[in-house]
């Protein structure tokens, strides 16, 4: 079976412009959340969407969106870009929103220059 | 809040070596723990996980923690380590409570970086 699969892998960007990364749950799986590494730290929580709709928010700023489809991929937007937003932005599936046990993806790599 | 501190950001260790990673954290409300492996370039994943039950948990590949809620700690352990588990290791709490019941949000560590040498 699939895991979770994203994408872009790598993709750079300069500030201001404008970000969108896909994400693909494990077949099955209704909950997506987005996740936040930065280099040599852990990931930090960004959203969390179950059965399509808003299920928790990170302290993030408000440049940051995502959204859920019916099929229950995903989308991260993230605008105006600034130099602190390059990161590894991951993206996990489970079943439920309640099981607490997350599937990660790679992950896709943003370079702000 | 709830918090996580890994107290060793680096633990070097020779083949063979048993290997302790520490992890200590923080909540006013019952906790969800997790361990999270991440192989260079890839994403994380499961180690093992203490929802309820039995305080000592284990993995496959032979690691173990176990939850102690008088230390507020779930330390990560394994008697003989391998060249194969060198890899950073994240620590990560969660609440049945959490905000509208949703556990996608994760609370991570900074991680532990494992170095196995030969």
């Known amino acids: 079976d699939a895991g979770v699969t994203q994408s872009p892998t790598h993709l750079i960007k300069t500030r201001g412009q404008h970000v969108t990364l896909r994400c693909s749950p494990i077949s099955g799986h209704k909950s997506v959340s987005w996740y936040q590494q930065v280099l040599g730290q852990g990931p930090q929580f960004i959203f969390q969407?179950?059965?399509?709709?808003?299920?928790g928010r990170g302290n993030f700023p408000d440049r940051f969106s995502a959204r859920q489809f019916p099929n229950y991929s995903s989308e991260l937007n993230v605008n105006a870009l600034l130099l602190g937003d390059s990161a590894l932005y991951l993206c996990a599936s489970s079943f439920g929103q309640r099981t607490g046990e997350l599937f990660f993806g790679e992950g896709s790599r943003l370079t702000v220059l | 809040a709830q918090s996580v501190t890994q107290l060793d950001s680096q633990v070097p260790v020779f083949e063979e070596a048993p290997v302790e990673l520490r992890c200590n954290y923080s909540?006013?409300?019952?906790?969800?723990l997790f361990w999270y492996v991440q192989y260079p370039n890839q994403g994380l994943q499961l180690l093992l996980k203490y929802l309820s039950g039995s305080t000592l948990v284990e993995s496959i590949n032979g690691f173990e923690a176990e939850f102690n809620k008088s230390q507020t700690s779930f330390h990560l352990r394994k008697p003989s380590v391998h060249i194969s588990d060198t890899a950073e290791y994240f620590c990560?709490?969660?609440?049945?409570?959490?905000?509208?019941?949703?556990?996608?949000?994760?609370?991570f560590g900074k991680g532990t970086k494992l170095s196995v040498k030969p």
């Open positions: 990560a709490v969660t609440s049945p409570f959490t905000y509208g019941g949703s556990q996608g949000n994760l609370i």
């Open positions: 909540s006013s409300v019952s906790v969800y």
């Open positions: 969407y179950y059965e399509k709709e808003e299920r």
